[in-house]
Nanobody, 124 residues
Framework: QVQLVESGGGLVQAGGSLRLSCAAS????????MGWFRQAPGKEREFVAA????????VAGDSVKGRFTISRDYAKNTVYLQMNSLKPEDTAFYHC?????????????????WGRGTQVTVSS
């Protein structure tokens, strides 16, 4: 059973940066895909970014392109979400998720494993 634990959330001023971490345990595979999603109060869950574990290919959602970067560290079994130029509208609860597959999924339904999440709050 794969377990995912997020960390790194917090309160930051607009224009600032945060780095979220997602530590994975319990399994790995060459065709493993990990993603980040977020959900703000009263809004639907939104895809943020995804990465292919073996090849390192990435994709990001339109609202965060050019500001957020997803990466992974093999040795630490950890995926990161570097968030720069943060805006108040980035305020949300951020979850990491994992699944097996051959493409970079942006649909939450494709992911099998989910972390509990971490809160990111951006003040104006």
């Amino acid at each position: 059973q794969v377990q995912l634990v997020e960390s790194g959330g917090g309160l930051v001023q607009a224009g600032g940066s945060l780095r979220l971490s997602c530590a994975a345990s319990g399994g790995s595979s060459s065709n493993y895909v990990m993603g980040w999603f977020r959900q703000a109060p009263g809004k639907e869950r939104e895809f943020v970014a995804a990465i292919n574990w073996s090849g390192g290919k990435t994709v990001a959602g339109d609202s965060v392109k050019g500001r957020f970067t997803i990466s992974r560290d093999y040795a630490k079994n950890t995926v990161y979400l570097q968030m720069n130029s943060l805006k108040p509208e980035d305020t949300a609860f951020y979850h990491c998720a994992g699944t097996y597959g051959t493409r970079l999924y942006s649909e939450a339904v494709e992911y099998l494993y989910w972390g509990r999440g971490t809160q990111v709050t951006v003040s104006s």
